[in-house]
């Protein structure tokens, strides 16, 4: 697997670093929607975009300590060994988690902003069931028109309009385990 390794974008040290900086941006928000003492029941439902956003979910919610559920959907959009964006195609039935989003408030993560199309998707679906607010959250967003154009809540790094993997990102399935995320050669 190493040799297919081509340079280093971010270090576990500076992802660990960067990821707990904007858990607490968005703790602060969550407790501005979730007043304390309000009379309604304060619902938080967080979404992961599976499965590139597994381990950046796993970190970012453990720096949330607020009530909350998850709710994990999956969106496939790269299928096999394409590094272009080919549409996105949403396999989570949301019906069956209607209640979870109704009413509450939603932060969608995903692994990586590219072309927009999973978290338009996303954000789409989600709303059809009238949840009381919806923000996302992005662990990576590359440097290409259509990702910047894209609004988004929070993101945790910009980086080149390169195929990157490690932390989740998968290429054919593989490098989710990488702690860093890289760039792969050419081969
Ligand atoms: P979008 O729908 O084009 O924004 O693409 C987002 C999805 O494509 C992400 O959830 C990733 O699964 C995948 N993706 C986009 N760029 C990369 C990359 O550089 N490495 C690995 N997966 C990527
Ligand atoms: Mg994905």
Redo the contacts with the bound molecule.
Sequence with gaps: MAHDIDKTLLTRKQIELRVKEVAAQIHARLRELTPAGGKEDPRVTIVP?M??SMIFASDLIRDLPVRMRVRIVAIS?YPGTATKSKGALMQTELAAVAEDLLGSHVLILD?ILDSGQ?LDLAIKSIKAYGPASVETCVFLRKDRPEAQAFPVDYVCFDIPDEFVVGYGLDYDGYYRNLPDVVTLREV
Aim: hydrophobic letters at 15%; proline letters at 0%; glycine letters at 16%.
């Design positions: 975009i499965t590139g959009s692994d999973t």
